[in-house]
T-cell receptor
């Protein structure tokens, strides 16, 4: 089974703190993604990466950065957390090649910024 | 622009059939996915359609009409455990397998 692991399930951070959300996948997938999920807005893509050290902005990259130093690990960074970044963050990965390849999600990280 | 529409909420009765619709307008199209998401959990894959027609998988079926920009997910013999959000997602035509998600349909199955 594909495993996408997000290291932190629940975090509470203060405004202005730097926050790291870590994600590791064990299926040697090339693509990795970070989404946030908010009520009424669905899943919105923040950043994605299709190779080590490569990254592309998604639909809502402002206030976020990412790092992909190793193929299996994709980190989301909030340089200075703000209350409007309180959300559920989902990491995902997928294989390139076939369009039918689904993406696999981690269990999510619930971030509260106070 | 990119737009995917689904009903926000639906209610159905245990043992019945329910159809969840999804319409989309996207700049490219390389397949449509349905995911199930229980409260507090990650979305899990249900189905994939890239050609027009019906794909059946047990109690769940998914239909696609590319010319109409329309899909539906059909759930038969509903069970209480089917209470969840159902997410429609379209893969864009680029090389990066990016998925664009609708806001999801919250299905409540009642006894």
């Amino acid at each position: 089974d594909v495993k996408v692991t997000q290291s932190s399930r629940y975090l509470v951070k203060r405004t202005g703190e730097k926050v790291f959300l870590e994600c590791v996948q064990d299926m040697d997938h090339e693509n990795m993604f970070w989404y946030r999920q908010d009520p009424g807005l669905g899943l919105r893509l923040i950043y994605f990466s299709y190779d080590v050290k490569m990254k592309e902005k998604g639909d809502i990259p402002e206030g976020y950065s990412v790092s992909r130093e190793k193929k299996e690990r994709f980190s989301l960074i909030l340089e200075s957390a703000s209350t409007n970044q309180t959300s559920m963050y989902l990491c995902a990965s997928s294989q390139i090649g076939e369009p039918g390849n689904t993406i696999y999600f981690g269990e999510g990280s619930w971030l509260t910024v106070v | 622009g990119q737009n995917i529409d689904q009903p926000t909420e639906m209610t159905a009765t245990e043992g019945a059939i329910v159809q969840i619709n999804c319409t989309y307008q996207t700049s490219g199209f390389n397949g449509l996915f349905w995911y199930q998401q229980h409260a507090g959990e990650a979305p899990t894959f249900l189905s994939y359609n890239v050609l027009d027609g019906l794909e059946e998988k047990g109690r769940f079926s998914s239909f696609l009409s590319r010319s109409k920009g329309y899909s539906y997910l059909l759930l038969k013999e509903l069970q209480m455990k089917d209470s969840a959000s159902y997410l429609c997602a379209v893969r864009d035509g680029g090389a990066t397998n990016k998925l664009i998600f609708g806001t999801g349909t919250l299905l409540a199955v009642q006894p």
